[in-house]
């Protein structure tokens, strides 16, 4: 019984991180940093920004999937609430927060180094 709630919510907190990244895309979209958008120069920019996310989650806990992805951009989205960030233009928060929706639609990522899915540790 445990375990199938464990299940569950895993699958409640996967669905919900994933209707947070889509509004969060549609909001970069809205504002013209959308990923079909994106011109080859910035989508090397945001390229590198996901590359640096994905080493992040991967360091920090050894998983890239949704719920992580989501809840990194959300600590994005508090400092650059903090600093007055308004999502427009391609600056650093705008192309960072691009890239974990890049990430979120690529799928699980290998963890660096091993070869391996994360999802197989889930």
């Known amino acids: 019984m445990l375990r199938a709630m464990s299940g569950w919510l ?28 994106l011109t080859p120069g910035l989508l090397a920019r ?14 920090s806990g050894g998983r890239v999937d949704v719920v992580e992805l989501a809840g990194y951009a959300r600590g994005v989205q508090d400092v650059a ?28 990522v290998l963890l660096p180094g091993t070869g391996l899915d994360p999802s197989l540790f889930s």
């Open 10 to 37: 895993h699958v409640w907190h996967e669905s919900a991180a994933r209707r947070e990244l889509a509004s969060l895309a549609d909001r970069l979209s809205r504002a013209g940093v959308g990923l079909g958008a």
């Open 46 to 59: 945001v390229d590198q920004h996901a590359a640096a996310v994905r080493d992040i989650l991967a360091f």
């Open 81 to 108: 609430a903090e600093s007055g960030w308004q999502s427009a233009g391609t600056d650093w928060f705008a192309l960072r927060l691009a890239a974990v929706c890049l990430l979120a639609v690529a799928g699980p």
